[in-house]
């Protein structure tokens, strides 16, 4: 999608279906859907729209069905005003796909704090297996302190 106009018209329709779905289209089965991307082929006769759905029911699977039949069912009217919109000629086919980024990222999530467990594992681990003093080097002015009296202690009366 390097043609600068088939950006422009991926990114219209884009607004387009995600101001209809958020005012027009009254669908119970409809969820909270955010339009997150929208592809046109080169002869902007295909659109792909990438759609995510947040769930507040608990059921992702049961709420990504719904919302996909509701689509569905709306294509034709969402088609209709993406090309009055657009002024085109021949409106572009609408494909609804449910986009994987939300569990693509959740699982990126669970593999980085899977390492940061283990590398906290590793970390007590290495702190355990220390053996002696946590600093068993005498640096030059503690061996002389050592030697010399403190002035505290001593008499400066006598």
């Not at 219209?12 to 955010?34: N, S």
């Not at 991307?37 to 699977?61: I, K, W």
């Not at 007590?124 to 946590?134: I, Q, S, T």
Request: hydrophobic residues 40%.
């Amino acid at each position: 999608m390097s043609n600068p106009r088939v950006r422009k018209i991926a990114d219209r329709i884009q607004v387009i279906v995600a101001e209809m779905l958020e005012r027009r289209i009254k669908d119970p089965r409809l969820g909270f859907v955010t339009v997150t991307d929208v592809r046109v082929s080169g002869d902007s006769q295909q659109a792909t729209v990438f759609y995510t759905v947040l769930d507040t029911s608990g059921d992702d699977e049961a709420a990504l069905a719904a919302t996909a039949a509701a689509l569905e069912s709306a294509k034709g009217v969402l088609r209709s005003e993406v090309a009055k919109q657009l002024a085109m000629r021949h409106a572009p086919s609408l494909t609804f796909v449910a986009d994987a980024l939300p569990e693509s990222a959740r699982h990126l999530d669970e593999v980085l704090a899977r390492a940061r467990e283990l590398d906290e594992q590793v970390a007590a681990r290495r702190v355990e297996a220390y053996a002696g003093e946590p600093d068993p080097y005498k640096k030059p002015r503690d061996a002389e302190r050592e030697d010399e009296p403190d002035e505290s202690t001593t008499d400066s009366g006598e």
